[in-house]
T-cell receptor
Framework: AQSVTQLGSHVSVSEGALVLLRCNYS??????LFWYVQYPNQGLQLLLK??????LVKGINGFEAEFKKSETSFHLTKPSAHMSDAAEYFC?????????????FGKGTKLSVKP | GAGVSQSPRYKVAKRGQDVALRCDPI?????LFWYQQALGQGPEFLTY????????KSGLPSDRFFAERPEGSVSTLKIQRTQQEDSAVYLC??????????????FGPGTRLTVL
């Protein structure tokens, strides 16, 4: 069975500092991995996805993530935080079997950006 | 609009009432998903449609939950005899193809259900 663990329910960084949001997955098959962002009162928006091509994935708004099979990790990074990055971030893995592609989400990490 | 829309955005129900939540997916999207997001948690899968066929309802928490998509476009999630533990945000997502394992799912803004 697949699962996702996000370390840290809250992360606070200063504007301009590095953003690092951690995600570890468990999967018995090669996973498809996603990062979504959720702004208050809005739906989830896809930041980036890993689908077994390049291990370093670049997404929108300057975010990127690296798939590391040996560490079963897919951490999200951004070199320089902006105030507009304050939101909740969810890591997800596709569930194999059953329906084609429903997502299994982590519990989320709320990112705060201090001026 | 071009995105997924959901209505109502907010719903307050008294315990025991029935509610119906609507999802309008992106036009032409074959796949449709419903998720439940409890406070402080990530979304959890409820059910999946491919066109009008409900192919997976393994995530529905009880037989009080029912979903339909009769014409393969708009979908309705119905909860009968609501309980306090049903309070959550209900998210709808749609995807273009039949294999959503790697395709992007587009999410609506959700319906926040509060059961008193």
């Amino acid at each position: 069975a697949q699962s996702v663990t996000q370390l840290g329910s809250h992360v606070s960084v200063s504007e301009g500092a590095l953003v690092l949001l951690r995600c570890n997955y468990s999967s018995s098959v090669p996973p498809y991995l996603f990062w979504y962002v959720q702004y208050p009162n809005q739906g989830l928006q896809l930041l980036l996805k890993y689908t077994s091509a390049a291990t370093l994935v670049k997404g929108i708004n300057g975010f990127e993530a690296e798939f590391k099979k040996s560490e079963t990790s897919f951490h999200l990074t951004k070199p320089s935080a902006h105030m507009s990055d304050a939101a909740e971030y969810f890591c997800a893995v596709t569930r194999w079997g059953g329906s084609q592609g429903n997502l299994i989400f982590g519990k989320g990490t709320k990112l705060s950006v201090k001026p | 609009g071009a995105g997924v829309s959901q209505s109502p955005r907010y719903k307050v129900a008294k315990r025991g009432q029935d509610v119906a939540l609507r999802c309008d997916p992106i036009s032409g999207h074959v796949s449709l998903f419903w998720y439940q997001q409890a406070l402080g948690q990530g979304p959890e899968f409820l059910t999946y449609f491919q066109n009008e066929a409900q192919l997976d309802k393994s995530g529905l928490p009880s037989d009080r939950f029912f979903a339909e998509r009769p014409e393969g476009s708009v979908s309705t999630l119905k909860i009968q005899r609501t309980q306090q533990e049903d309070s959550a945000v209900y998210l709808c997502a749609s995807s273009l193809g039949t294999d959503s394992s790697y395709n992007e799912q587009f999410f609506g803004p959700g319906t926040r259900l509060t059961v008193l």
